[in-house]
């Protein structure tokens, strides 16, 4: 029997609901600062086969909303009543996608059939490896990222396996957290086998399975209702992350081709940058609809249409091209602890391609780059304290009515900062300052939000500050249609005196006693003409400390003196800018500017198709020898303007490296 809408959305909150009760349930019994207040875990009901139909709202992480457990669940079994299954392993289902990430699922029966499963993943602060946190750039293998477990039974028949948590506690740096954080996992999923059986029995077992799939079929009419709003077409975007390696990093491109064809969404994202030699991979095993290279999607459709359910019903009307050996779909052993940031760069790319696609109805670029800090120190007595201290993010893109959210960077916004007396409370470190950037934000109409800012000082030595994901301090958050790029973030040790140092984008800083760290996020981009402001609020800017008066009048040509207004100047300023020439839809910021007029597209394509005719294992190398190739050429004006100065420096590069000789190449690797 079919559901009518109103029965149906009763249904969908019902089981929404149960998947809240397991969020809470975590959020409140968890150990560690990155689980109970950051929140950087998921909750998930899914049907037998895997397809994600219920997941929180108010908390948690929201990039898991369209999961796909099937793959992962096809590995292990057969499921009993009372197991619970576990995995961190990236290369085992593609569901946990790094080391850190713990995901567990437990079936549930009801008149001896398997309805569904609950499971979900948290976020631990260190799985053990080279690095406390287990997370660097420096790193180039799976292996060094911590212990890694294949899928296997935790609990078996309600009896927990103690010797997988004791394997765990060796191997970790901080085994208590570990620990209180999975068992407060598994009694999440005790709460959502609970809540999700009531919802069962209460509507009945077949008009149960009937709603999963109403729920999953409405999702995807919906999602492919907004989808025919967008015009039929390509559309092209890429964006870059600043560094591909923790040394003589190169600029790391994401390229997507978006196809829109009645409904129907073809991601295709040829021409990315191939495997890297560093942490900064996505492992997603070419599977069309991995949820990681569909969070951007997910956030343009619930952009459009607020009311849509979000599970994996709302993926079906896409689908991913994701080239095999490329960064978006690497081969094992790569390592992957850093595919956060990828994603970041993923999302705002399918967030421009979109914007190309429907210009009035997006926002720009958010500002990226949220850099999630973790200390490792001692306490008085000695004692290795370690522990996140929260994420400091930027601010998101201005949008076609409002400026953009503060300190709030849309793409990792589920990440929730920690109270400064928490941190203080858990970690011996003192924190100085923490609140906004000023003047951060891309000016336009709609202004980009401010990104945030965190000073802590530190007292012991060897002590260890990881910032993971740190990136935008070249490149910034576009803006469009007019609006201006964002600024840029900042990481800075001893802000101020003598010894101040830039760090840029390293993630391992080691401190001396008494060492402050300056993190700082980038703003997101401006939407439209900043001209066009309302000069009422540039002073109410002002006044707050958003916005300096000398940008006021260079950016928004609004004039203040004194604390007021200057009405007869501003429309004076404003009035000889109106012959102008025509805005760009993107607003870039010099650095991508200057890269993009080197390596053009032509360019770019270029390096793609002579890179995927080469092995896997020499891409990363040979990618950067072109990029120094090339600066070369250019720095004593050899190379000539298109794209065959690839072609001529890859011929070179061939007859350098015998072994990668057409004869050579045809045996197996």
Same mark, same amino acid.
């Given at each position: 029997?079919?559901?009518?809408?109103?029965?149906l959305?009763?249904f969908?909150?019902?089981?929404?609901?149960?998947?809240e009760?397991m969020a809470?349930?975590?959020?409140?019994?968890a150990?560690?600062?990155?689980v109970?207040?950051?929140?950087?875990?998921?909750c998930?009901i899914m049907?037998p086969?895997g397809q994600?139909f219920?997941?929180?709202?108010?908390?948690g992480?929201?990039?898991?909303a369209?999961?796909?457990?099937?793959?992962?669940?096809q590995?292990v079994g057969p499921?009993?009543?009372?197991?619970?299954?576990f995995?961190?392993?990236a290369?085992?289902g593609?569901?946990?996608?790094?080391?850190p990430?713990?995901?567990?699922?437990?079936?549930?029966f009801l008149?001896?059939q398997?309805?569904?499963?609950?499971?979900?993943?948290?976020?631990?602060?260190?799985?053990g490896g080279?690095?406390p946190?287990?997370?660097s750039?420096?790193?180039t293998?799976?292996?060094?990222?911590?212990?890694?477990?294949?899928?296997?039974?935790?609990?078996?028949?309600?009896?927990v396996e103690?010797s997988l948590?004791?394997?765990?506690?060796t191997n970790v740096?901080?085994?208590?957290?570990n620990?209180?954080?999975?068992?407060a996992?598994?009694?999440s999923?005790?709460?959502g086998?609970?809540?999700?059986?009531?919802v069962?029995k209460?509507?009945?077992l077949?008009r149960?399975?009937?709603?999963?799939?109403?729920l999953?079929r409405y999702s995807?009419?919906?999602a492919?209702?907004?989808?025919r709003?967008?015009?039929?077409?390509e559309y092209?975007f890429?964006d870059y992350a600043?560094?591909d390696?923790?040394i003589?990093?190169k600029?790391?491109?994401?390229a997507l081709?978006?196809r829109?064809r009645?409904?129907e969404?073809?991601?295709?994202?040829?021409g990315?940058d191939?495997?890297l030699s560093?942490?900064l991979?996505?492992p997603?095993g070419?599977?069309?609809?991995?949820v990681l290279p569909?969070?951007?999607?997910n956030?343009v459709?619930?952009s459009l249409?607020?009311?849509l359910l979000?599970?994996?019903?709302?993926?079906?009307?896409?689908?991913c091209?994701?080239p095999?050996g490329?960064?978006l779909n690497?081969?094992?052993?790569?390592?992957v602890?850093m595919?956060?940031?990828?994603c970041?760069?993923?999302?705002?790319?399918?967030l421009g391609?979109?914007?190309?696609?429907?210009p009035?109805?997006?926002?720009?670029?958010p500002?990226?780059g949220?850099?999630?800090?973790?200390?490792k120190t001692?306490?008085?007595?000695?004692?290795?304290v370690m522990a996140?201290?929260?994420?400091?993010?930027?601010?998101a893109?201005?949008?076609?009515s409002?400026d953009?959210s503060?300190g709030s960077g849309?793409?990792?916004?589920f990440?929730?900062?920690?109270p @400064? /007396?928490?941190n203080?409370?858990?970690v011996p470190?003192?924190i #100085?300052r923490?609140g906004l950037v000023? !003047?951060? *934000?891309?000016?336009g109409k709609?202004?980009?939000?401010?990104g945030?800012v965190?000073?802590f000082?530190?007292f012991s030595?060897?002590?260890?500050?990881t910032?993971?994901?740190?990136?935008?301090?070249?490149f910034?958050a576009?803006g469009?249609?007019g609006?201006?790029?964002?600024?840029?973030s900042?990481f800075?040790?001893?802000p101020?005196?003598?010894?101040?140092e830039n760090?840029g984008n390293?993630d391992?800083v080691?401190c001396?006693?008494?060492?402050?760290?300056r993190?700082?996020?980038?703003?997101?981009g401006?939407?439209?003409?900043?001209f066009e402001?309302?000069?009422?609020?540039?002073l109410?800017?002002?006044?707050?400390g958003?916005v300096?008066?000398a940008?006021?009048?260079?950016?928004y040509g609004?004039?203040?003196s004194n604390?007021?207004?200057d009405? @007869? /100047?501003t429309s004076?300023?404003r009035r000889?800018?109106a012959? #102008?020439?025509?805005?760009?839809?993107? !607003?870039? *910021?010099a650095?991508r500017?200057?890269h993009?007029?080197?390596?053009?597209?032509?360019?770019?394509m270029?390096?793609t198709?002579?890179l995927a005719?080469?092995?896997v294992?020499?891409?990363?190398?040979?990618?950067?020898?072109a990029?120094?190739?090339?600066?070369?050429?250019?720095a004593v004006g050899?190379a000539?303007?298109?794209p065959?100065v690839?072609?001529?420096i890859?011929?070179?590069?061939?007859l350098?490296?015998?072994?990668?000789?057409p004869?050579?190449q045809?045996r197996?690797e």
């Amino acid at each position: 029997m079919d559901f009518d809408r109103a029965e149906l959305q009763v249904f969908a909150n019902y089981c929404v609901a149960a998947a809240e009760s397991m969020a809470f349930t975590l959020a409140r019994t968890a150990h560690s600062t990155f689980v109970k207040e950051t929140e950087d875990f998921s909750c998930t009901i899914m049907t037998p086969d895997g397809q994600t139909f219920a997941s929180p709202r108010t908390l948690g992480a929201t990039w898991y909303a369209g999961l796909d457990y099937g793959p992962l669940l096809q590995l292990v079994g057969p499921y009993e009543p009372g197991d619970v299954w576990f995995t961190n392993d990236a290369y085992s289902g593609y569901v946990a996608t790094h080391t850190p990430d713990v995901v567990m699922w437990k079936p549930v029966f009801l008149e001896g059939q398997l309805i569904c499963f609950v499971g979900g993943h948290i976020h631990n602060t260190d799985m053990g490896g080279a690095v406390p946190a287990s997370l660097s750039r420096t790193l180039t293998e799976v292996h060094q990222e911590g212990i890694r477990f294949p899928p296997m039974r935790i609990v078996r028949s309600g009896v927990v396996e103690e010797s997988l948590l004791s394997l765990m506690a060796t191997n970790v740096r901080a085994p208590e957290q570990n620990q209180g954080d999975m068992k407060a996992q598994l009694a999440s999923l005790a709460t959502g086998e609970r809540k999700i059986l009531e919802v069962a029995k209460r509507f009945g077992l077949q008009r149960f399975r009937d709603g999963v799939e109403a729920l999953l079929r409405y999702s995807e009419q919906q999602a492919r209702t907004v989808a025919r709003t967008i015009p039929d077409g390509e559309y092209f975007f890429a964006d870059y992350a600043d560094e591909d390696a923790a040394i003589d990093g190169k600029p790391m491109r994401v390229a997507l081709t978006l196809r829109v064809r009645d409904g129907e969404l073809e991601l295709d994202f040829t021409g990315s940058d191939p495997q890297l030699s560093s942490s900064l991979n996505v492992p997603t095993g070419g599977r069309e609809r991995h949820v990681l290279p569909l969070v951007g999607l997910n956030y343009v459709l619930y952009s459009l249409n607020p009311d849509l359910l979000l599970n994996a019903g709302m993926l079906r009307i896409a689908r991913c091209i994701l080239p095999e050996g490329s960064v978006l779909n690497p081969q094992p052993p790569a390592a992957v602890g850093m595919r956060s940031l990828t994603c970041m760069v993923l999302q705002v790319v399918v967030l421009g391609a979109f914007s190309r696609a429907a210009p009035h109805r997006l926002p720009a670029c958010p500002s990226s780059g949220m850099s999630i800090l973790n200390v490792k120190t001692m306490d008085r007595d000695g004692r290795t304290v370690m522990a996140s201290i929260g994420p400091i993010g930027g601010g998101a893109g201005g949008g076609p009515s409002a400026d953009g959210s503060d300190g709030s960077g849309a793409n990792s916004a589920f990440l929730r900062n920690t109270p @400064v /007396e928490i941190n203080e409370a858990e970690v011996p470190i003192r924190i #100085r300052r923490y609140g906004l950037v000023p !003047s951060s *934000g891309g000016a336009g109409k709609y202004r980009g939000g401010l990104g945030t800012v965190m000073e802590f000082q530190v007292f012991s030595p060897n002590t260890l500050v990881t910032a993971r994901n740190r990136d935008r301090s070249h490149f910034s958050a576009w803006g469009v249609l007019g609006g201006l790029a964002g600024r840029t973030s900042t990481f800075i040790r001893n802000p101020g005196l003598p010894s101040e140092e830039n760090l840029g984008n390293i993630d391992l800083v080691n401190c001396r006693p008494g060492d402050i760290i300056r993190c700082e996020g980038g703003g997101g981009g401006g939407y439209e003409d900043p001209f066009e402001r309302v000069p009422a609020k540039v002073l109410e800017d002002v006044r707050r400390g958003y916005v300096t008066v000398a940008d006021a009048r260079e950016l928004y040509g609004v004039t203040i003196s004194n604390g007021l207004l200057d009405e @007869v /100047e501003t429309s004076c300023i404003r009035r000889e800018r109106a012959e #102008r020439t025509a805005l760009e839809h993107f !607003s870039y *910021g010099a650095v991508r500017v200057a890269h993009e007029r080197k390596w053009t597209e032509a360019r770019y394509m270029a390096l793609t198709r002579r890179l995927a005719e080469l092995p896997v294992s020499w891409r990363f190398f040979l990618k950067h020898q072109a990029f120094d190739a090339l600066d070369a050429s250019l720095a004593v004006g050899e190379a000539p303007d298109g794209p065959e100065v690839v072609d001529d420096i890859f011929d070179a590069l061939i007859l350098q490296y015998p072994e990668l000789s057409p004869e050579r190449q045809l045996r197996p690797e």
